[in-house]
């Protein structure tokens, strides 16, 4: 039987109140374990706070992905992942004494009797290899230490359970153990696979494995979950043995366990290495001229032939990859920290999952050979529309990419530009996604995508500029150079007074005239005038750059309020503003389109008196009732607001006191203990309550402050 989760909620007038663990740099609302990719996605819920073997750890959509972990030490075994229940069998709950989190690890620390328990997450972001990026597994390790100078004995067990297989508990899985090449793993599957399927957001294909080397003390066993788990708990060891009766995941619940006796210990332990990854193959279906469809692989394929040889390479280079992530979170760390220790804990919190959302593809020659010069990167649009590639998600993770890798943003935009310039998409925007269900990037045809003309046109002329003056790029400029004048010419018609549409914040619903809306769209033109002087095009670069500029002009007419103190949210409606966030953009491409003047007004107006303790600001009569105890509202018609577009407000203004603002109001509100879901983007300015979205790429906007 598996045991119910234990959440535990210490919140009192909206606030988390004291842990009884220490929590570096904060605790947040669920910390990432396992995070690589759109299907290997499993986090602890914390709420107000829930340690480690409190709760049991869950996929990014709450639903629960069974991981366990036992210690005995000197005899008495004791949790220190998951929340089982086991009949016929004692243990206790290991003490959590702390908990830290980087850009790249989760790390908790127990007290089991004598012995402290070092339990390490570990999912490698390495964004300039492509093969080591695309490996669908993380780590977790296991370190022992005695407390008390004496000699203790200590094993150590870990499963996980058919859950990882499905998004349907009722459906029947199988499974296999490997033990040999020095490794011992667990392979699980659902016994009837549907290829490029989902049921509620995991994927119906593919397997999971859970490995770690096959060392002297090292034991297996596969079986019901309280029976594996008390066969540990009563005997500290396994009997290598294997349950063959395949069944239904949720019935008695098989679980795939590993356990290593580490013999007597007195000062800290070689940490235990376990390893889970999900692979699938193919990857993705990508949709190619003439309405063909492609099958793309996960780009590791190019340099290991199987999943056991992946598998033995990826845990025998623990100890590298260790120090790599130690290296990139020591850069991150020190970046952010420029900026301010609060911005430093919430990039950090936002790179895995952002970059988690993502996967690497190729394709194969004609001869069967890998093809590594096509690569293709997708992203799953997490927790809205389930899209691939979608234009207005890739927008606001664009500086993630910027920051660890410039490729990886050209190679999300290569499956877009290469669908759109097949000519199969017949709209003269730009699409707003690849598929309307991921992994089925099978495009729209039919022209019958969510339409977001302004906002996605010019996204994408942005993000094609901004990785071209990143890099020294030009390749997409050169190629796909009719298709940046189509999006371009269709802004030249309708974005300096855009027509009732939905911007990307498509929540909110279609206005008509948006302010921010005709920046996005003037910013694209202006990005055009620079495109066009990149590729030696002198008139047609004067043309667009004439062309924004008066349209910049004649933009400050129609959205300044009547009194001239701030910008309205649509033409014309004095009483109405909003965050004009897309001036970031404007300062990303050094463009300077839209004069200083428009900046003050912006800064001069997030002012509240009540904030003053965060420094001085200049007030205005206008903003001090707006401001909310969590941050500006995304505008005047609702009080939530999005954490990315909050950042990147803060990244435009020029007051510093009001950059840290913003700032600190997103890190209270993915502290406030209010939410136990995966870093949300989308909360309520007044109380800090989620809004619906949660673990979603978008995050990665977290970094828009630090690449200005």
């Known amino acids: ?45 914390q709420g107000a706070g829930a340690a480690l073997n409190d709760a049991w750890p869950t996929f990014w959509t709450g639903q629960i992905t069974g991981w366990a972990g036992f210690v005995k030490v000197d005899g008495k075994a004791y949790s220190f992942l998951g929340a089982p229940a086991v009949s016929g069998a004692t243990f206790t709950k290991a003490v959590q004494k702390s908990t830290s989190f980087t850009s790249t690890q989760s790390t908790f620390v127990f007290s089991a009797g004598p012995v402290d328990l070092t339990v390490s997450f570990l999912s490698p972001i390495e964004p300039t290899d492509l093969v080591k990026q695309s490996i669908p597994f993380s780590y977790m390790t296991v370190s022992a230490a005695s407390t008390d100078g004496a000699s203790h004995t200590v094993q150590v067990y870990s499963d996980i359970s058919a859950e ?15 033990t040999s090449n020095s490794i011992l793993t667990h392979k699980v599957q659902l016994a009837n696979q549907a290829a490029f399927s989902e049921v509620n957001d995991h994927s119906q294909y593919g397997s999971a494995y859970y490995s770690t080397p096959n060392s002297v003390g090292a034991t297996y066993q596969t079986g019901g979950d309280a029976t594996v788990r008390a066969q540990f708990i009563n005997n500290g060891k396994l009997p290598n043995s294997q349950d063959t009766n395949f069944r239904a995941i949720n019935n008695n619940w098989p679980v795939f366990a590993l356990a290593h006796d580490l013999g007597s210990i007195s000062s800290k332990t070689t940490p235990v290495i376990f390893s889970v990854g999900h692979v699938r193959d193919p990857a993705i279906r990508y949709i190619v001229a003439g309405g063909g469809v492609q099958l793309r692989s996960s780009y590791f394929w190019s340099q290991y032939s199987s999943v056991p040889t992946l598998i033995s390479a990826f845990l025998g ?38 970059l988690g959302s993502t996967e690497i593809t190729i394709s194969k020659n004609s001869d069967g050979s890998w093809n590594t010069n096509d690569v293709i990167v997708f992203m799953k649009e997490i927790s809205s529309d389930g899209n691939v590639n979608t234009v207005d998600v890739i927008f606001p993770a664009w500086p993630v990419l ?72 030009l390749a997409h400029l050169k190629t796909y150079t009719a298709l940046l004048e189509q999006w371009t010419s269709f802004l030249v018609s309708d974005s300096l007074i855009p027509a009732n549409q939905i911007s990307t914040d498509d929540f909110a619903g279609p206005l008509a005239n948006q302010t921010n809306l005709a920046i996005k769209g003037i910013i694209g033109i202006g990005a055009m005038a ?47 503003w909003g965050l004009s966030y897309n001036l970031f953009a404007d300062k990303l491409l050094k463009l300077n389109l839209f004069p200083a003047s428009i900046y003050q007004m912006r800064t001069s107006s997030f002012i509240h008196s009540s904030f003053t303790h965060l420094g001085t600001f200049a007030e205005t009569a206008w903003y001090k009732t707006v401001q909310q105890p969590y941050g500006v509202p995304l505008d005047t018609r609702h009080t939530y607001t999005k954490s990315d577009w909050q950042i990147w407000t803060a990244g435009i203004v020029t007051d510093t006191s009001l950059r840290d603002f913003f700032i600190t109001s997103v890190k209270k509100w993915v502290s406030d203990g209010l939410s136990s879901q995966p870093f949300g983007d989308w909360y309520e300015t007044t109380n800090g309550s989620p809004q619906g979205f949660r673990a979603r790429p978008v995050v990665g906007g977290h970094l828009g402050a630090l690449i200005l």
């Not at 909620?9 to 995070?35: E, M, R």
């Open 530 to 576: 620079e495109i066009e002087k990149l590729l030696g095009n002198a008139s047609k670069a004067a043309n667009y750059s004439s062309i924004a500029t008066s349209y910049v002009s004649q933009w400050q007419k129609y959205a300044t309020s009547s009194d001239g103190k701030h910008l309205t949210l649509s033409y014309g409606n004095s009483a109405s």
């Open 317 to 354: 280079d623990y100890n590298n990859a260790l120090s790599r992530a130690q290296a990139f979170d020591s850069k991150v760390q020190s970046d952010a920290s420029k900026i301010s220790a609060d911005y430093a804990a919430i990039v950090a919190l936002s790179i895995r999952q952002s």
């Open 402 to 473: 910027l920051y660890t890798n410039p490729a990886l943003g050209k190679y999300l935009l290569e499956g877009l530009f290469r669908y759109q310039a097949s000519g199969q998409y017949p709209n003269k925007w730009s699409v707003h996604d690849l598929g309307g269900s991921y992994p089925n990037a099978t495009g729209h045809n039919d022209g019958k995508d969510e339409a977001m003309p302004v906002e996605e046109s010019g996204n994408m002329l942005i993000m094609a500029l901004s990785y071209a003056q990143k890099t020294g790029d």
């Open 164 to 178: 990882w297989a499905s998004g349907d508990n009722g459906l029947t899985v199988n499974w296999s153990t490997d």
């Open 1 to 45: 039987m598996r045991g119910l989760s234990v959440l535990s909620t210490f919140a009192c007038a909206g606030l988390a109140q004291a842990l009884s663990w220490s929590a570096t740099p904060f605790n947040p609302a669920a910390f990432p374990l396992a995070v690589k990719t759109p299907y290997l996605s499993t986090w602890l819920p």
